[in-house]
């Protein structure tokens, strides 16, 4: 047993409590989205990525809840609940929110920013961030 990486390696967290490794590669949110990966729906997915510009995509959960923790940097976790944006700061490490089931969310950020995600996989849903909000 050896340590790894958040950032090169995701996690599985199956509904019966295993938890898989999941090798990352260049393409893999392509094939996630385009169905490649099956098994992914069930259970939760933990990843952690870095950026350092706003998103250029809102996205939701139907299948559940997803924590959106800060793990350095900064953001602001912007929700929109019934047509209402709602802004929520992550300022410190370890700073959290709870994005509900089914709500639209993006992030913004202009520093380095990485953040780990605990996701339900099923049905996830994209849609593009209108240009003048990403500021």
Not at 10 to 35: I, N
Not at 56 to 64: D, K, Q
Request: charged share 20%; proline share 7%; aromatic share 8%.
């Amino acid at each position: 047993m050896s340590a790894k990486e958040i950032l090169s390696t995701y996690l599985h967290v199956q509904d019966g409590g295993k938890t898989d490794v999941v090798p990352v590669s260049e393409s893999f949110w392509e094939e996630l989205a385009r169905g490649k990966h099956p098994r992914l729906d069930q259970g939760r997915l933990m990843c952690a990525f870095t950026f350092s510009e706003p998103w250029l995509t809102w996205e939701r959960h139907p299948a559940g809840e997803e924590l959106v923790m800060l793990l350095s940097g900064a953001a602001t976790v912007v929700l929109d609940e019934s047509g209402q944006e709602h802004a929520v700061p992550l300022n410190e490490p370890g700073a959290y929110v709870l994005v509900p089931r089914n709500v639209w969310h993006t992030a913004k950020t202009t520093v380095p920013t990485t953040m780990l995600f605990l996701t339900p996989g099923a049905g996830t849903e994209h849609r593009p961030v209108d240009v003048q909000s990403r500021r």
